[in-house]
Each structure stands twice: as structure tokens, then as C-alpha cells.
């Protein structure tokens, strides 16, 4: 049985249906209303991937729906594989004799939470990678199965990340199945308590710490920027968002207009700061912000209402930016 929801969890599914490996049906969200009145439904990718290849699927409201359960029971799946998916109920996940395993966008136990690949970033990290772990009560803290590290490069964002951790998720995924049959349902397996002992995860980033950070979901708010901070957290908070959902900051113009702004990529200039935080100062036509301690290039950035465009052609549509601010 697969479950999963999103495109991350489409690469794991096509590897395991070329693989040959028998997917009894797939589990996904319900779908989505879109448009401007909610009248399309926008089925997920993991579904639209399902039906190309003649696998079933159920879309259960609720996990703990009797319907569903005995749907899934009926089916005799001896084992689930999760992927990107939502929180399940015991009755779910330990139904199958070889119980219920995920495949987490991090290295337990670091990161757990909904927003592993963009926390990850935004703390600075140089490493992270996949895990593959069994189910149990609380949520990302069971026994972890494998692991596999994914090096992030100082100028890398969620895009290369997520596409490098989504082809890596397949990897560990079909080398977790062969090891669970070639141990008949019980792989060697390890507490994530004694993983945190043993110096995994293999982070050299805060991960190497040895404090635990977590992966909450994110929201509008969680994105706008601080430009109290140090450059740096402002650098990798930018690249830590972009391109999905987006870091933005609002604008304030000589003219007493605030208007939304988003930001995609910055760079780091290593010039002291100008002024209050905030503070645009615009030079050979490239825009600089003030952070706490220097000044942050803002390279691509896309104004409300306007399309993603280069710092560059922004400037050159507009005569005052160095008298204007961010906040």
C-alpha cells in the first residue's frame, strides 16, 4: 500500500511500479477545490499518477473512517509505504504484518514536523538527507531503518534540494523494502534516541550541535523577513522559502505607498551595513537592504500584482529605490 500526496512522493511511487514491486492501491488526500470559486476539483499528483498507471485509489475524508479502514483491510497489503502524506491513526498503521514505514525528508531525528527541506536550509545546514522509519504513536520518532545524507551547497534552495532528497527518497525507499523482505518484516532497526547518541544524524551544519530542531509547517507569517538579523540568517531564510512559499518583506516608497514584496534570491555582499535595518541603497544599479551587520544584495524579487524579475529590471523601471525601505 502506498500513501502519499504531493509530486515529492510521485518519484518513490513510479520507481517502486518499474520496479516491479506489487502496489495493492494508493492512498492520497481528497481533491483539491481550485479556481476562483472553487468549482474545479485538482486531483493529486501522487492520484493523477495512480490512474496513468491503473492503481487503485482511496481518498479517505478521514483516516479513522470504518469504510476506509475496512477498504484497506480488504485489500491485504502486508505493508505500507508513506510519503509525504498525513498523520495516520494506529488502526492504520499497524495493520499490515510488516507494519507501516515512512520516508522523511531529513536526518532523524533532526527535523521532524511537516517542513523538513526548507528548516534545514534556514538554519544554515550543510548536510541533510532521507530516513526511513517505522510508524508508531507520536509522529517522526519511531525506529529509524536507514539513512542517507544529501550535502547542501552554501547557494542552494528548496528547488535543488527538494529535487536532489526526492530522488534520494526513492533510493532508500526500494533498499528499505528489499531489506524488510530479506528479513521477513523485521529489518535491523535503531531508537531514534540511541541514533542522537551515536552522533547520527550526520550534519555538520546545527544538526552537529547536538540540539534538536524542528520542522514545523509553515505559514504566511512564518515567511517575512527580519532585517534585524545578520545578513547570513537573512540570506539562508530567502533561499530557505524560495521558490515555495516565498519569503517576502513589505516596501515602503518615498511617496508613502507599503506594498507586499517578494524576495528569491539575495547575495551576500560583505559590506557594512548603511543605516537603520531595512535601509535600500541601490549602487551601479544593483539593491542592497541593511541587515543587522551588512548589507544584503537582493538579486530577483517580484513586486505585488507583478511577475518574478531580476533586481536589475526592477531598478530600471523605477527612479527613487534608494530612497525607499523594507520592514
Known amino acids: 500500500m502506498f500513501m502519499g500526496t504531493p509530486e515529492f512522493a510521485v518519484e518513490t511511487l513510479r520507481r517502486l511500479v518499474e520496479g516491479g514491486w506489487t502496489v495493492a492501491a494508493v492512498v492520497t488526500q481528497p481533491d483539491k477545490p481550485v479556481g476562483r470559486h472553487g468549482s474545479v476539483l485538482q486531483p493529486s499528483a501522487v492520484k493523477e499518477y495512480a490512474l496513468a498507471h491503473g492503481l487503485p485509489v482511496l ?14 483491510r480488504s485489500l491485504g497489503a502486508n505493508l505500507q509505504v508513506v510519503v509525504a502524506f498525513r ?9 499490515p504484518e510488516y507494519g507501516t514505514f515512512n520516508v522523511h525528508a531529513a536526518l532523524l531525528p533532526q527535523y521532524r ?25 507520536d509522529i517522526d520518532t519511531g525506529r529509524i531503518i536507514m539513512q542517507k545524507p544529501f550535502d547542501i551547497p552554501d547557494d542552494a534552495d528548496v528547488e535543488y534540494v527538494y529535487d536532489g532528497l526526492m530522488r534520494l527518497g526513492a533510493d532508500i525507499c526500494v533498499e528499505t523494502l528489499e531489506a524488510i523482505v530479506a528479513a521477513d518484516g523485521h529489518p535491523a532497526s535503531i531508537a531514534q534516541s540511541a541514533a542522537a547518541a551515536q552522533g547520527l544524524p550526520v550534519g555538520d551544519g546545527l544538526a552537529g550541535t547536538g540540539l534538536l530542531h524542528a520542522a514545523p509547517k509553515i505559514f504566511k507569517e512564518t515567511c517575512r523577513i527580519d532585517w534585524t538579523l545578520p545578513a547570513t540568517s537573512i540570506y539562508n ?17 518615498d511617496d508613502g505607498r507599503e506594498q507586499t514584496l517578494k524576495i528569491y534570491r539575495t547575495a551576500k555582499s560583505g559590506l557594512p551595513a548603511r543605516g537603520d535595518a531595512g535601509t535600500i541603497t541601490v549602487s551601479n544599479r544593483r539593491m542592497y537592504v541593511s541587515a543587522s551587520d551588512e548589507l544584503l544584495e537582493i538579486t530577483e ?15 530600471n523601471g523605477v527612479k527613487s529605490a534608494g530612497q525607499w525601505k523594507v520592514f
Open 59 to 72: 481518498q479517505p475524508e478521514k483516516m479513522k473512517d470504518p469504510q476506509f479502514v475496512e477498504a484497506l
Open 87 to 95: 498523520m495516520l491513526p494506529e488502526v492504520v498503521w499497524a495493520m
Open 113 to 137: 514536523g511537516a517542513a523538513p527541506i526548507n528548516w534545514a536550509i534556514i538554519n544554515g545546514e550543510k548536510r541533510t538527507g532521507v530516513t526511513t522509519f517505522f510508524l508508531d504513536h
Open 237 to 253: 531564510f530567502v533561499r530557505g522559502l524560495s521558490p515555495v512559499p516565498g519569503a517576502w518583506t513589505m516596501l515602503a516608497t
Open 301 to 315: 524579487l517580484q513586486m505585488a500584482g507583478k511577475k518574478r524579475m531580476a533586481a536589475a529590471d526592477f531598478l
